[in-house]
């Protein structure tokens, strides 16, 4: 049996990958697998395990079909590798950082994955991004009304998505995010 795609997503500051560390022993003793992303971003900024490429390298990547998902957000382009449908096929969960608003394209090619969306308070938001200290204050700003656009009601548009919040501890957003793959395990809840 094919395994989950865990698509996670959630505005930039909310924690999605300060929870994919946390998580990913406990997925690994699931036989689950975490994927590093390809990234438009240097090296040194990239702040996530992820690989760091340019623009050009990026695009020869996409042209070869090294990707399963790609996107671009925030001027970066992003790319999920192809190497996730073996992980697939060998029946193990993987959990992908993922965007809100390539979430409908990501259903598209995986109907079974289980979309969940991060959520912080808005100025949890805003102190966790200024701690970070990753991005301008301009940059700061611009995240903070992308996450407002997508924290309007209903505002992914599908009642199935499984809202995590991560306003407190991190250990209990973990344990949080293993239960809700308990409860989801039945393939007819999404
Ligand atoms: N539950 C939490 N409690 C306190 N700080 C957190 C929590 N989750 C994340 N952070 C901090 O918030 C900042 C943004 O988290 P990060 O994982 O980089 O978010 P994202 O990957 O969604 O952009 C980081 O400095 C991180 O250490
Ligand atoms: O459509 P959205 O849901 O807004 O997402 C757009 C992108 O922003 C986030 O990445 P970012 O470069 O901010 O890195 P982060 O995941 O570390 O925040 C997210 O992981 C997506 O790749």
């Known amino acids: 049996m094919d395994g989950r795609l865990i698509y996670l997503m959630g505005p930039s500051g909310s924690g999605k990958d300060s929870l994919i560390e946390a998580a990913r022993q406990p997925l690994r003793?699931?036989?689950g697998e975490v994927v590093r992303r390809v990234i438009t971003r240097s090296a040194e900024s990239v702040g996530e395990d992820a690989i760091g490429v340019s623009r050009e390298e990026f695009e020869q990547r996409r042209d070869k079909g090294d990707?399963?998902?790609s996107w671009h957000a925030h001027g970066l382009d992003y790319g999920i590798p192809v190497q996730i449908d073996h992980w697939l096929e060998e029946g193990r969960h993987v959990l992908v950082n993922g965007s809100r608003g390539h979430l409908a394209e990501a259903l598209q090619r995986y109907p079974t994955l289980l979309p969940v969306l991060l959520t912080v308070q808005d100025e949890v938001l805003r102190e966790r991004l200024m701690k970070r200290g990753r991005e301008s204050l301009a940059e700061i700003e611009a995240r903070l009304r992308r996450n407002r656009l997508f924290t309007?009601?209903?505002p992914?548009?599908?009642?199935q998505i499984y809202r995590l919040?991560?306003?407190g501890e991190i250990a209990v957003t973990v344990a949080n995010l293993l239960k809700l793959l308990n409860v989801s395990a039945e393939p007819d809840r999404i």
């Open 156 to 159: 992914l548009g599908d009642s």
């Open 165 to 167: 919040d991560n306003s």
């Open 152 to 154: 309007a009601e209903d």
């Open 67 to 69: 990707f399963a998902l």
């Open 29 to 31: 003793s699931i036989n």
